[in-house]
């Protein structure tokens, strides 16, 4: 593992948040600044094609990318662009009884108003 996968590795897994590639590029320079965009781009395509990560296709804007790798939903407030982690084991496990075969893979994104964007909205 190279020093610059190390730390796009360690700055998406102590973020909260499901970072775009060039908020990871950025805290990245802060760290490493020889660090090229490149480089940042080609270790995280390597990733998700490795399945270490994930890459969410977002509706508006540029895509995000998951430290969690394991299958999971998102939540989308269509607001404010929050993005949640969501658990749907018990859904995935109801469509594979539906179906009568395992899901292999899935890429769920529930679109919805957050809290704090719902009372805006009611002001």
Not at 16 to 40: K, S, Y
Not at 42 to 55: C, G, H, S, T, V
Not at 102 to 116: D, F, G, W
Request: net charge positive; proline share 6%; charged share 25%.
């Amino acid at each position: 593992m190279t020093r610059q996968k190390r730390l796009i590795l360690d700055l998406m897994r102590q973020s909260p948040r499901h970072m775009t590639a060039d908020e990871i590029f950025a805290q990245a320079r802060q760290q490493m600044p020889n660090i090229a965009r490149g480089t940042v781009y080609r270790n995280l395509k390597l990733m998700e094609q490795a399945r270490e990560i994930a890459r969410l296709e977002m509706p508006q804007g540029p895509d995000r990318y998951d430290k969690t790798s394991a299958p999971h939903g998102h939540l989308y407030c269509d607001g404010c662009g929050d993005l949640q982690d969501i658990p749907v084991v018990g859904l995935v496990k109801e469509i594979e009884s539906a179906i009568g075969t395992e899901v292999r893979s899935y890429q769920l994104t529930i679109h919805y108003l957050c809290p704090a964007c719902r009372a805006k909205n009611a002001q």
